[in-house]
């Protein structure tokens, strides 16, 4: 997984450093300029070891942002913890999408005025996934966090998107009927309709190959 979100992360324009272990991560934050931290509490010592890392961050960088993952078996009393000490936000890897971890991620950088713009745009259309919002002209709407998720996925994508790839995304329960994907699209393309008037189907685009999204001009 370390090495997926190195790669997510490289493709969303940031330059993240890896680190495996407390003391490496130390040495990091020690040498280089860090704009936020994403810690898994189950580092190689073990989960006590993640939390004396946080404990070390929050003295020595006490404004940089940290956001927590951490396993699904974890308990309340460890969500609780991570808080007291200090951790901006807390995900359970595997209950959200890590689009939604991205997001917050861009969220928080921009909160300290270093996040990059982040705004993708498709013609007169712009989506701002750190607000999530979507504006054409002087409207301007905003999705919920699923809906501003699924147009993330399909911004990064070069080729369209099936139910499936959806669903393997994380952006829907792994058990999800194919038609709560395609239920999902039709609510986020009347979403979109708000802005214009059929805006939403040429905008997020259905084919025999998947959805995609296509540029809107004049």
């Known amino acids: 997984m370390q090495q997926q979100i190195r790669i997510d992360l ?17 040495e990091v934050l020690e040498r280089e300029r860090v704009a936020a931290v994403l810690l898994d509490l189950v580092l190689d010592e073990g989960e006590d070891s993640g939390f004396d890392l946080l404990t070390w961050i929050r003295s020595h960088h006490p404004g940089l942002p940290v956001i ?3 396993a699904a078996q974890v308990n309340s009393a460890a969500i609780r913890k991570a808080y007291e000490l ?3 936000s ?7 999408p890590m689009a939604h971890i991205y997001s917050d991620l861009a969220a928080r950088l921009v909160e300290r005025g270093t996040g990059r713009p982040g705004t993708y745009r498709f013609g007169r259309l712009a989506f701002d996934p750190t607000r999530r919002g979507v504006k054409l002209g002087a409207k301007e709407i905003r999705l919920t966090q699923q809906q501003a998720a699924i147009v993330l996925f399909l911004a990064q994508g070069s080729k369209p998107a099936t139910a499936r790839d959806l669903i393997d995304a994380g952006l829907f329960r792994n058990n999800a009927a194919h038609s709560t994907v395609h239920s999902a699209l039709l609510t986020l393309r009347r979403r979109l309709d708000e802005l214009e008037p059929g ?6 685009r259905a084919s025999a190959r998947g959805y995609g ?5 004049e």
């Not at 993240?16 to 130390?26: D, K, N, Q």
């Not at 807390?90 to 959200?96: D, P």
């Not at 999204?213 to 001009?217: A, D, M, Q, R, T």
């Open 10 to 26: 490289h493709d969303l324009g940031y330059r993240p450093a890896v680190a495996s272990s407390a003391p490496e991560a130390m």
């Open 68 to 70: 927590v993952l951490s």
């Open 86 to 88: 200090g951790a901006s």
């Open 90 to 96: 807390y995900f359970v890897k595997g209950n959200v």
């Open 199 to 204: 805006l939403g189907p040429n905008f997020v």
């Open 213 to 217: 999204l296509v540029s809107i001009h």
